[in-house]
């Protein structure tokens, strides 16, 4: 206070300490510790500048002990740095997920029911292994007839995996508007790509609670049947093989041949067929 240029009866008064004791203090010889602690910053900010200006308390502390043998605590090291405003380099900020309207309200809640074509349709992502490693694969599925009107197959589970799926979907179906695109929180259905194509062509996204498997259990129970009658069936050496494998599935088992009991033991093909004739 006295090195601001405050009077020092006013300073003393505020503290409570006689103007004599400050006086008194100002004549006595510098203490060890006061010593100590100048000759340790100088060294720590030599350390310091040697590390190229990278090093936090931690490794500074380290330096002295195992490099120059002093022997110091950590709370020591870490509060002349602080006094002396010397910091190492921190690591990059985690950047969080945005949330803009790119999170979407949950437009299905459960109801996995539809009166007719294109008016709600489930996306999801899985994975298998292969001898070369992982295959992703999204499929787009309508509820109506449980048909898989878009899919799409990668080895990595990226935002263009999940945008041509869609692509494929709504180049196969031209659906008119309105239709409700269900997904979960995945980073994916929430990227910038497959958000803009969805509303570009009038689809409205729509995304059930994270960890909840049942907000997508239609989408779940497909992928829980490839599972069984594909997937694990054999060991896959290529992602080439597999790949080949889920494309007969899709196309030409499931969408074609499989008889699903929900529609009446009908393929989904066929069961958009009476849609159209009625």
């Not at 022997?71 to 945005?98: D, F, Q, S, Y």
């Not at 787009?140 to 799409?152: A, E, I, K, N, T």
């Not at 889920?246 to 093909?269: A, K, V, W």
Request: contains cysteine; proline residues 4%; aromatic residues 8%.
């Amino acid at each position: 206070m006295a090195a601001e240029e405050i009077p020092v009866e006013v300073a003393c008064r505020v503290v409570d300490v006689p103007v004599s004791g400050y006086y008194d203090w100002l004549s006595r010889p510098p203490s060890a510790r006061s010593i100590r602690h100048a000759w340790l910053t100088d060294l720590i900010t030599e350390v310091h500048q040697a590390s190229r200006g990278i090093y936090g308390s931690r490794r500074v502390h380290a330096e002295l002990r195992l490099g120059r043998g002093i022997v110091v605590g950590h709370g020591a090291v870490e509060l002349l740095m602080r006094r002396a405003g010397i910091v190492g380099v921190m690591g990059r900020p985690k950047w969080r997920r945005a949330k803009p309207d790119l999170i979407a309200e949950d437009l299905v809640n459960r109801d996995f029911t539809a009166t007719e074509p294109n008016r709600k349709w489930l996306t999801d992502i899985t994975e298998h292994h292969t001898r070369e490693g992982k295959v992703y694969c999204a499929v787009v599925l309508d509820v109506y007839s449980r048909r898989v009107v878009g899919w799409s197959i990668d080895s990595s589970p990226t935002a263009a995996l999940v945008t041509n799926a869609l692509g494929m979907a709504i180049d196969s179906r031209r659906p008119d508007g309105g239709t409700i695109i269900h997904s979960d929180q995945g980073v994916q259905y929430g990227s910038w790509a497959f958000t803009k194509r969805a509303k570009d062509f009038g689809l409205i996204p729509s995304m059930g609670s994270v960890g909840d498997c049942y907000d997508n259990a239609m989408m779940e129970s497909f992928w829980s049947r490839m599972q069984v009658e594909l997937l694990d069936r054999q060991r896959w050496r290529t992602r080439i093989e597999l790949a080949n494998a889920i494309f007969d599935y899709i196309e030409i088992f499931h969408n074609r041949q499989r008889r699903h009991s929900r529609l009446g033991m009908l393929t989904p093909i066929e069961y958009e067929n009476t849609f159209i004739v009625a």
